[in-house]
């Protein structure tokens, strides 16, 4: 009666043990830095529902070849500095 889960992949145990790494990593960080990261993870998973919503695709997620990966300052750290 449940809906029925996809299989688990490579990908997606590779992306929850960083997000696990990532949760302990911010424990070292001070509040400020931790909700800048917080801030730029909460606006990349609104953009990514938001284009699911889009596709009207339930695939495991968008093919993001195309676009590059956030610089080290897109993604939060230094920022304030």
Do not use: N, W
């Not at 990908?11 to 911010?26: G, T």
């Not at 339930?58 to 230094?78: L, V, Y």
């Amino acid at each position: 009666m449940g809906s029925k889960e996809p299989p688990k992949s490579r990908q997606y145990d590779e992306c929850h043990y960083l997000a696990r790494s990532l949760a302990v990593s911010l424990q070292d960080l001070d509040a400020e830095q931790r909700r800048d990261i917080l801030k730029f993870l909460t606006e990349e998973l609104q953009r990514l529902s938001s284009q699911d919503a889009e596709d009207g695709d339930d695939a495991p997620g968008p093919d993001m070849s195309d676009r590059p990966s956030p610089t080290p300052e897109q993604a939060g750290r230094g920022a304030g500095a």
